[in-house]
């Protein structure tokens, strides 16, 4: 969390800086803050709230400045507020600082620095990294940094300015993503292309230990120890068009658009053998066969659909797979050998979790496979094997096309798993392959329930709390309708296997409790319909999520939304759809901010 961005050129700082903040809001939306170099002297700017509340004060009083730095905060350290927002400058003025990391011996480096004199004004851990940076600051200001991170414990990526070296931008990574983007003439740096990508689409990827010394004449990476790197310059694969709303009025409903796209980028290649992508599936499958164990390891929505992961792995290839949350998975001492096989999922590659998950994984012997969204991120870098989800950016906080992308990945998994196995025969392989690449047309007409889920919406948006309820494939799809629900409309629900009702939820019910079954004609049908009546039994209010046609549920529901017919693996997909849209709208109702939910951020790189 937390998002950086920094510019020198030949062109005023402060509204490229503002530009780029309000791309990189999605990662941290508490207070924001830049500092620019004018007339020798450091101008710093903060704001508690949106990058909207900082530029109205910039507006107020105009800089102009050719070099800056930019932060948009997502609170760990200190409370959101003025003083806690970056950047942070050191105690004789001389240099600001902007960080996206944790500093874990932050409290043993500000004891060194208290008692060398230094004042603080922040609880955060980034001011520690400030003053350290001015303490060792002398003459070169890249060597004031190498010395003060050679220091520091922890996950940084920062950007360093300096009056007394007003064209130069020094800025240092460890575990948190930091991008170089080359203009003519001029430089940028950021946590995310996203940042620059209206001025340039080259770009130099920082790697961890390595320090950048940035002017407008050039870049010079080195290591910790001062050796020059060559670094490649490449260019970014997204553009402009997939960083916009492009007419959608929040990132969070152009996303759950863009999936019948974003599917077929998905399965593009993958679905039979010696198709374009089929090769990463198959390299995949080795070890999937013959490993010891298999684990599924994510957080929030990814771990949904690893959840869902599990029952397709098992149902459709005959593996056993256990699913994690990489939150618990290493604090568990779980059995892991050389021929254990993990897989971590995660559409920003840069989940501080799941990244401990998987280093500690890997110390013990485990092969590691990482189910990602972004080419370079931390997961594809720590991954053995990769297979990229092809979803495209996203914006909007809550997942939405990444997890039916992360589904549609684990389905292509376990269907070439389970023909090398011997499970899928060929005629259900064939049947199978059909249904997928009807997929995207059938995410289309799920979508056509829009309409119909806007008016649910209306009726229930003052509801205090929402039950979900699924089986078999379907329950991980409640686990994520709820959680939609809980992050952009701060409604409390929960999600439950449908017959686990009873034990204990049940209670919950009365006449004003919504709940959202999702009830396709598949083998669970019939059970799933006599939960249905439980809750009409006791007065709850039904919304019924089942296959096109069917008439048994109509009688019961309040609210039947029909999908498209489909084979048992893909009705998640199908289903997730209209759940995504019902918190969406329901959030547009309240008029609370869809893309940005309070206290979230779409990557969490704390653990
Ligand atoms: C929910 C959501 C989060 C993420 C979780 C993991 O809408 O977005 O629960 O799914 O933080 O993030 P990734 O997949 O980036 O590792």
Request: hydrophobic fraction near 45%; charge should be negative.
């Amino acid at each position: 969390m937390c998002g950086i961005v920094g510019y020198t050129g030949g062109r005023n700082a402060a509204p490229i800086l503002l530009a780029g903040l309000g791309r990189l809001e999605y990662r941290g939306y508490d207070s924001s803050g830049i500092a620019l170099i004018q007339n020798d002297n450091l101008i710093v700017r903060k704001k508690q709230g949106k990058v909207e509340d900082l530029r109205l004060s910039l507006e107020r009083e105009p800089t102009a400045s050719l070099i800056g730095l930019g932060h948009t905060r997502w609170a760990t350290h200190g409370v959101p507020s003025e003083q806690n927002a970056h950047p942070h400058v050191d105690n004789a003025n001389r240099i600001a600082l902007i960080h996206n990391g944790i500093i874990e011996n932050h409290a043993a480096i500000k004891e060194f620095l208290l008692s060398e004199g230094y004042q603080f004004y922040t609880s955060t851990d980034t001011e520690v990294l400030a003053q350290l940076v001015g303490h060792h600051f002398h003459a070169n200001l890249a060597d004031a940094v190498r010395a003060a991170v050679n220091q520091v414990e922890g996950s940084y990526s920062i950007a360093v300015i300096a009056p007394e070296d007003p064209l130069t931008i020094v800025a240092a990574r460890n575990g948190i993503p930091l991008i170089i983007g080359i203009g003519e003439g001029e430089y940028f740096i950021a946590s995310d292309t996203a940042a620059f990508l209206e001025h340039t689409n080259q770009i130099i990827t920082l790697e961890d230990h390595e320090i950048a010394v940035i002017t407008p004449a050039g870049v010079n990476v080195s290591a910790a120890g001062q050796q020059h790197i060559r670094k490649e310059i490449s260019t970014v694969a997204s553009n402009l068009e997939q960083i916009e709303k492009n007419g959608f009025e929040h990132f969070m409903l152009k996303e759950i658009y863009d999936q019948p796209r974003a599917l077929e980028a998905a399965m593009r290649g993958r679905i039979d053998p010696g198709g374009i992508n089929y090769h990463e599936i198959e390299v995949v499958l080795s070890y999937l066969e013959n490993a010891s164990r298999i684990y599924l390891t994510a957080c929030g929505t990814s771990w949904h659909a690893a959840l869902i992961g599990e029952y397709l792995l098992e149902q459709i290839a005959g593996v056993a797979v256990e699913v994690e949350y990489a939150s618990e998975f290493r604090y568990r001492q779980p059995l892991i050998d050389k021929k254990t096989v993990v897989v971590a999922i995660s559409q920003s590659g840069e989940t501080a979790d799941t990244l401990a998950a998987m280093k500690m994984a890997k110390e013990q012997g485990a092969m590691v496979i990482g189910i990602a969204n972004t080419v370079g991120s931390s997961v594809s870098l720590a991954s053995d094997e990769t297979i990229y989800i092809n979803a495209g950016p996203e914006i909007g906080v809550a997942s939405t096309k990444s997890f039916t992308s992360q589904v549609m990945v684990l389905i292509l998994l376990a269907k070439a798993l389970g023909e090398r196995t011997g499970r899928l025969d060929a005629r259900a392989a064939a049947n199978m392959a059909q249904a997928i690449e009807a997929l995207p047309e059938m995410a289309n007409a799920s979508l056509g329930t829009a309409g119909q889920v806007q008016e649910i919406a209306a009726q229930f948006e003052r509801s205090r709390d929402f039950l979900y309820l699924g089986r078999g494939l379907n329950f991980p799809v409640a686990l994520e309708g709820a959680l939609k629900m809980k992050e952009i409309s701060y409604i409390h629900a929960e999600g439950y296997p449908a017959a686990e009702m009873k034990h204990g939820p049940i209670a919950l019910i009365d006449e004003n409790m919504p709940v959202v079954c999702i009830a396709p004609r598949d083998d669970t049908y019939g059970k799933i319909l006599s939960n249905i009546q439980e809750v009409k039994a006791r007065r709850g209010r039904i919304i019924a999520l089942t296959s096109e046609g069917d008439k048994g549920i109509n009688k019961l529901a309040d609210h039947v939304i029909q999908l498209p017919e489909t084979i048992p693996a893909l009705y998640p997909i199908l289903a997730a759809i209209p759940l995504q849209l019902l918190a969406y709208h329901i959030a547009v109702g309240l008029d609370l901010d869809v893309d940005q939910p309070r206290n979230l951020a779409k990557c969490v790189t704390v653990e």
